[in-house]
C-alpha cells in the first residue's frame, strides 16, 4: 500500500506575509479607463510581431495570425487599427468592468456571503486566507491548513485539507486555481467547494462517504505574487513576478512544468510574452512547491487546474496532438462531467483533450502529473463562454452560478473509480452495449491494481437477466497477466440482462464494480437480434432542415481543389442532391461554429440507435503555425436533455477524396426520446492557417436501432421450438390473470400478460421436435370458470393421494343428470403379478397397468369395467349392484354412495400429484393442481429416478375424453394445465358438474 508524508498545519495557523507593492518596482497602480477590448484579425507574423510592440494587453492563451482580443488604450487603437484588416471594438471601457468588479455588494455576514464577491488573498476580515481559517475552526475535525510551499518573493501558498481522519491512507485529490493571476472566478472555486463538503457532511449520506474516503487538498490561489498584483496594481496581470534578465517580468507558471516544457509550439523563449516558460522546467519556486507537494503525496489521483475562461474542459496532452494512453477513462469521467455542469444552468462546456480542443500549451502542469505521477490531471476553463466582451473580468454576481454548475462535477471527479477503487476495474474490448439472444455473451475484464493487489481467484460476475430474479455468481477466468474472462449464457428476447463484479484486495475488502452494485448502479445491456432502419432521409428533395451560413440543400459543385485538399464531389452518394458546407467552395477562415440542424425525429421506444449517413468532409490542419486544426462535429440534443451532445468531432485533418460511410452510435441521448434532433456543425476555423478545405458534404442519412424479433416459444433462442424449451415453458406457467415469472414473456403467445392454457394452445401449435405426440392437435382450450365454489367441488377424488404401497385412488367425474355414465379412469399401483391380458391372464412381464384387478377383489373385473358406476345428481350409485372396495383398507361403496361419504382422508384434485416439491423429492400431494405437479409429470415423462409413481399422473388416453392409456403423455399434462387453472376436464359440456348445493 501507498504511504504517503503529509504536511499539516494543525489546527489555524496563519503566516501573512505583506504584499510588495508596486512602487518597488517603480511602478503605479495601472488604469483602464478609456482602454477598449478589441477583437483585431491579423495575417502575418509581421502583423503579430507590430501588435506586440504596440503594448496592448493580448488576452488569447495562444498567440499566433488570426483573430485576437486585445486590450488597447485610445493611441494604442489607433495603432492597432493600422496593422489588422479588421477591428472590431467588443467594449468600449474595460475600466468599467473592473470598477464594477470590486464593487462590494451588501453583505449581511463577512463569512456567510463570501461568494457575492471577489477578495484579496491576505489581509485580515474578508481576505481568502481569513475565510480558509475560519473554516478551520468551525470544522476542526474535518479541515486544516496545508502549506504547500512559498511564492518567489516568500509569500506561503496556503491550501485546506479536508478529511474525515486526521491522519489517513486514503486516496487524494489536488484541485487548486489562480494559476493565472487575472483569473479571478478560479480563486472561488476551491473555498466554495471546501464549504459544501464541511456544511453537507452532516446531513448529506454521499457527502459524507465523499469527505470519509477521499482526502482533498483545496488550494484557492496558487501563483499568490500575481494574484496580489492584480489587486496591487495591474487587473489583467497573468504571470508570476519573476525579474526576466532583460527587464521584463513573469514567467507563466503553466508553460514551467517538465513535461513537454522547452517547445516553441505551445510556449515561448521570449521573456516579455504571456506564455514565456522560464529559463528551465520548474525554475519558479511556485512550480516546485506543487510539484513537490505531489511528489509527497503519492496517495494523489486526481488534479483540477482551474482557469477562465471559454467554457472548456481540458485533458492531456497538451504539448502533442496524441491522444493520452487512457484516453478513454479521460472521455467517459469527461463527458460526465460536461453533462453534470450542463445540467444545473444550462451551460455548454466542451470537453477534450488540451491540444486539439483548444491550443498547444508545453509545459503546462496536467501533462506533467499524468505522466510523472500517473495522476488523472484535468483543466478547467470556467465561464464565460469564448468571445464574451467580460473575458478575465467576470461580475462578482457570477460566483455562485459558477460554481453551482461546477460542484456535481468536481464531486464525481472525486468519486471516480480511478480516485477510489483500490482495484480498478477496466474492459479493453468495451462492454456489451447489445447482446444477441440465444449467443453466449464474452466480457473482457481487465483488474488494474491502484493501490491494494488482487487476491487471485477471486474474481466474480454477478448477472441476472431479470430484475425479480437473484444474481448468479459466476467466477472470471484468468487469460494472462491482468486480463480476465466473464461469460453470460445465452438467453432470449426478454431478458433484461444486468450485471456488476467484484473481486477480494489483498487488505480483505471486496471491491465491487460499479461501486453502489447491486443495490444501487449496475450495468445493463440490451438483446438485439437484428437492426431496423426507423428513419431515412436520402436528400432527393429537400426536407427542409434549418441551414446557417453557408450551408445549403442542393448538388455539389466539384469546386477548390487546393494542394493538401481533395475538391467537393459533383453529385451525392446516391441521387445529385446532398446538405453541404460549402456546395461552392472552401469554408472561410476564422469561421464560428455554423450549423445545419434537422427536424425533429422521433426515438419512443427505440434502444441502441445509431446514425449512418455517407460523408464527403475536407477539414484542414494547422501545418504551419501550430494552431488549433479547424473543427468538424455532429451533436445530438433531445427534448429532456436540452445540451447538445457532441457525438463525433474530427481529430485533426480529414481529407476525403470519395464519399465515406459514416455509423455513430447515438444511443446515449437518443434511446426512448420523442424528439431527437441532429446537427451537423462546421467550424470554428482558424486564421493561423494558409490551407484550404471544402467542408462537409452528407447524403443518405438514416437512424437504425436494435431489435429482438425472437420466435414466441423459443426460450433458448436456437431458432427452434422444442423439448429443450418445452422443459422451460412448464416453470412459466402460471394461469390465468397470473403475473409474468421472470424470462417467460417468450411463451406469452396471446400477449395478455400471462402463461395460461391458451399459451399452451400455442405452444403446442409451433412445436417443431421429434416425436410429436397425435394429441397435439387437442391444444385448444376454453375460458375459466365463472364459479370458482363449483369449479373447487367439480374436482377428482382419491383415497389416500399419497400414492402408498396398495392404495387404490378412485376418481369420479361428476355429471348432472341420473344415467349419465360417470366413470373416467383409476388411478392407483401396477399390478404386483405384471402385465395381464385382456382376460385378465398374468403375463409375468413389468406392466404400470393400474387397472388391473386391483381395484376390485373379483377377477370378473381385471378387464376394463366400463359402466361400474354412474352420478345422479348428488349420487354416486354403482351400475348392477357391483361392489367396489379398496384392497388396503376394505373400503366398501354401497348403494347409494354420497359424495360426502367418499371424502376419506380428504378431497383431492385428480392430478394432485405431489406437494411441494424439495432437494430430496416431493412432499404428499397439498389439495391442488399447481406447477409442482407439473413438473412431476416431465420427472415422469423422462423416465427420471426421482419421478412420483407413473400411472398416479395417468389422465388421458390418446385424446381428452378418452379412457386411460397408461402413460403419461401431453394428453394428461393439459389436463393438470387445465387443473392449475381452475378449469373442468371437459370444457365441451358447461353443466358437466356438481350441482352448487352438493356437500
Not at 478560479?186 to 465523499?210: C, E, F, G, I, R
Not at 496532452?317 to 462531467?337: F, S
Request: charged content about 20%; aromatic content about 10%; overall charge negative.
Amino acid at each position: 500500500m501507498l504511504r504517503k508524508a503529509v504536511r499539516l498545519i494543525p489546527g489555524v495557523l496563519i503566516c501573512s506575509v505583506m504584499g510588495i507593492p508596486a512602487s518597488a518596482w517603480g511602478e503605479q497602480p495601472r488604469s483602464y479607463e478609456d482602454h477598449k477590448l478589441v477583437r483585431v484579425e491579423l495575417q502575418t507574423q509581421e502583423d503579430l510581431d507590430t501588435l506586440e510592440k504596440t503594448g496592448a494587453i493580448i488576452l488569447n492563451c495562444h498567440i499566433g495570425v488570426g483573430p485576437l482580443d486585445v486590450v488597447v488604450s485610445p493611441q494604442q487603437l489607433i495603432e492597432v487599427s493600422q496593422i489588422g484588416r479588421k477591428v472590431s471594438v467588443l467594449h468600449d471601457n474595460i475600466q468599467e468592468l473592473i470598477d464594477r468588479e470590486r464593487k462590494p455588494r451588501l453583505r449581511a455576514d463577512v463569512f456567510d456571503d463570501f461568494f457575492l464577491d471577489y477578495h484579496p488573498y491576505d489581509g485580515g476580515e474578508g481576505s481568502i486566507i481569513w475565510y480558509m481559517s475560519e473554516l478551520v475552526s468551525r470544522y476542526p475535525d474535518l479541515a486544516s491548513m496545508v502549506n504547500v510551499g512559498q511564492t518567489l518573493l516568500g509569500r506561503p501558498i496556503w491550501g485546506l485539507r479536508i478529511n474525515g481522519d486526521a491522519i489517513s491512507d486514503e486516496p487524494a485529490v489536488v484541485y487548486f486555481g489562480g494559476q493565472h493571476a487575472r483569473e479571478w472566478i478560479t480563486t472561488t472555486v476551491p473555498t466554495y467547494l471546501a464549504t459544501h463538503l464541511l456544511q453537507a457532511y452532516s446531513w448529506q449520506q454521499t457527502t459524507k462517504d465523499l469527505v470519509d474516503n477521499v482526502e482533498f487538498f483545496l488550494i484557492p490561489v496558487f501563483n499568490v505574487d500575481g494574484y496580489e498584483r492584480t489587486w496591487d496594481f495591474d487587473r489583467l496581470w497573468r504571470k508570476n513576478l519573476r525579474q526576466n534578465s532583460d527587464g521584463t517580468l513573469g514567467v507563466d507558471l503553466n508553460r514551467n512544468w517538465g513535461t513537454g516544457w522547452g517547445l516553441d509550439i505551445g510556449s515561448s523563449s521570449d521573456p516579455s510574452s504571456e506564455i514565456y516558460r522560464g529559463t528551465a522546467k520548474f525554475s519558479e519556486p511556485e512550480t516546485q512547491a506543487l510539484r513537490d507537494f505531489f511528489i509527497d503525496h503519492p496517495n494523489v489521483r486526481a488534479q483540477l487546474d482551474i482557469h477562465s475562461y471559454s467554457q472548456l474542459i481540458l485533458w492531456p496532452w497538451g504539448y502533442k496532438p496524441d491522444l493520452p494512453l487512457h484516453q478513454d477513462i479521460y472521455e467517459e469521467v469527461g463527458t460526465a462531467m460536461q453533462q453534470l455542469i450542463h445540467g444545473v444552468h444550462g451551460q455548454t462546456y466542451t470537453a477534450g483533450p488540451g491540444y486539439t480542443t483548444i491550443y498547444p500549451v508545453s509545459g503546462g502542469s496536467l501533462d506533467w502529473t499524468y505522466a510523472a505521477r500517473n495522476i488523472l490531471s484535468y483543466a478547467f476553463e470556467c465561464r464565460p463562454p469564448e468571445a464574451n466582451p467580460a473575458g478575465f473580468v467576470l461580475p462578482p454576481d457570477q460566483i455562485i452560478p459558477n460554481n453551482q454548475e461546477l460542484l456535481p462535477a468536481i464531486r464525481h471527479l472525486a468519486n471516480s473509480d480511478w480516485v477510489r477503487a483500490p482495484i480498478r476495474f477496466a474492459f479493453p474490448e468495451g462492454q456489451p452495449q447489445v447482446i444477441t439472444p440465444g449467443v453466449e455473451t464474452t466480457i473482457e475484464v481487465k483488474l488494474v491494481e491502484q493501490f491494494e493487489d488482487v487476491v487471485p481467484g477471486t474474481g466474480r460476475m454477478y448477472y441476472r437477466y431479470h430484475p425479480e430474479t437473484a444474481f448468479i455468481e459466476t467466477a472470471l477466468t484468468s487469460i494472462g497477466g491482468q486480463i480476465y474472462q466473464a461469460v453470460m449464457p445465452p438467453t432470449n428476447c426478454t431478458a433484461m440482462p444486468e450485471y456488476y463484479f467484484t473481486v477480494q484486495a489483498s487488505d480483505g475488502t471486496t471491491i465491487t464494480n460499479p461501486r453502489t452494485a447491486p443495490t444501487g448502479e449496475t450495468y445493463t445491456s440490451t438483446m438485439c437480434s437484428g437492426n431496423v432502419t426507423f428513419f431515412s432521409e436520402d436528400l432527393s428533395t429537400d426536407p427542409g432542415w434549418t441551414c446557417e451560413g453557408d450551408w445549403e440543400w442542393g448538388q455539389p459543385t466539384g469546386c477548390c481543389p487546393y494542394s493538401y485538399s481533395s475538391p467537393d464531389p459533383t453529385a451525392g452518394y446516391t441521387g445529385l442532391n446532398v446538405y453541404g458546407y460549402n456546395l461552392d467552395g472552401w469554408y472561410p477562415k476564422a469561421l464560428p461554429e455554423t450549423n445545419l440542424t434537422s427536424h425533429a425525429i422521433d426515438c419512443t421506444g427505440r434502444s441502441g440507435v445509431h446514425l449512418t449517413f455517407w460523408r464527403w468532409l475536407g477539414v484542414r490542419g494547422d501545418f504551419l503555425y501550430g494552431g488549433p486544426d479547424d473543427q468538424a462535429a455532429i451533436r445530438v440534443k433531445t427534448s429532456s436533455t436540452p445540451a447538445w451532445t457532441t457525438v463525433w468531432h474530427n481529430r485533426g485533418a480529414v481529407y476525403d477524396d470519395d464519399w465515406e460511410f459514416q455509423d455513430i452510435d447515438i444511443s446515449t441521448p437518443a434511446d426512448g426520446q420523442p424528439e431527437v434532433l441532429l446537427r451537423w456543425v462546421m467550424g470554428e476555423s482558424n486564421y493561423y492557417t494558409l490551407s484550404q478545405a471544402c467542408g462537409w458534404n452528407i447524403d443518405d442519412i438514416e437512424l437504425y436501432s436494435a431489435t429482438c424479433d425472437g420466435i414466441t416459444g423459443d426460450c433458448n433462442a436456437d431458432g427452434d421450438v422444442d423439448e429443450t424449451d418445452f422443459a422451460e415453458f412448464l416453470p412459466c406457467y402460471s394461469g390465468f390473470d397470473a403475473p409474468l415469472a421472470p424470462l417467460c414473456a417468450i411463451f406469452d403467445f396471446d400477449e395478455d400478460g400471462d402463461v395460461d392454457c391458451i399459451d399452451w394452445g400455442g405452444f403446442c401449435q409451433v412445436w417443431t421436435g421429434s416425436g410429436d405426440p397425435p394429441e397435439f392437435t387437442t391444444c385448444d382450450c376454453a375460458a375459466p370458470l365463472s364459479e370458482p365454489e363449483a369449479v373447487r367441488k367439480n374436482r377428482y377424488i382419491s383415497f389416500n393421494p399419497n400414492n402408498a404401497d396398495v392404495t387404490v385412488a378412485l376418481q369420479v367425474e361428476m355429471t348432472d343428470g341420473p344415467g349419465d355414465t360417470g366413470i373416467v379412469g383409476w388411478v392407483g399401483e401396477p399390478y404386483d403379478g405384471g402385465c395381464m391380458t385382456d382376460q385378465g391372464t398374468p403375463t409375468g412381464l413389468p406392466c404400470s397397468n393400474d387397472l388391473i384387478a386391483r381395484v376390485v377383489s373379483d377377477p370378473v373385473f381385471r378387464t376394463w369395467p366400463e359402466g361400474l358406476l354412474h352420478v345422479s345428481g348428488c349420487e354416486i350409485v354403482p351400475v348392477a349392484g357391483y361392489a367396489i372396495r379398496a384392497t388396503s383398507d376394505m373400503v366398501v361403496f354401497s348403494d347409494p354412495l354420497m359424495l360426502g361419504t367418499i371424502h376419506k382422508p380428504g378431497e383431492k384434485h385428480h392430478g394432485d400429484v405431489v406437494g411441494i416439491a424439495t432437494d430430496t423429492g416431493f412432499t404428499p400431494p397439498q389439495g391442488v393442481v399447481n406447477v409442482t405437479d407439473i413438473q412431476a409429470h416431465l420427472l415422469v415423462a423422462a423416465g427420471a429416478p426421482n419421478a412420483p409413481h407413473r400411472t398416479w399422473t395417468d389422465v388421458h388416453g390418446l385424446g381428452i375424453g378418452s379412457p386411460p392409456n397408461f402413460i403419461a403423455n401431453v394428453s394428461d399434462l393439459q389436463q393438470l394445465l387445465f387443473g392449475n387453472e381452475g378449469r373442468t376436464y371437459l370444457e365441451s359440456n358447461p353443466e358437466n358438474r356438481v350441482p352448487a348445493d352438493c356437500p
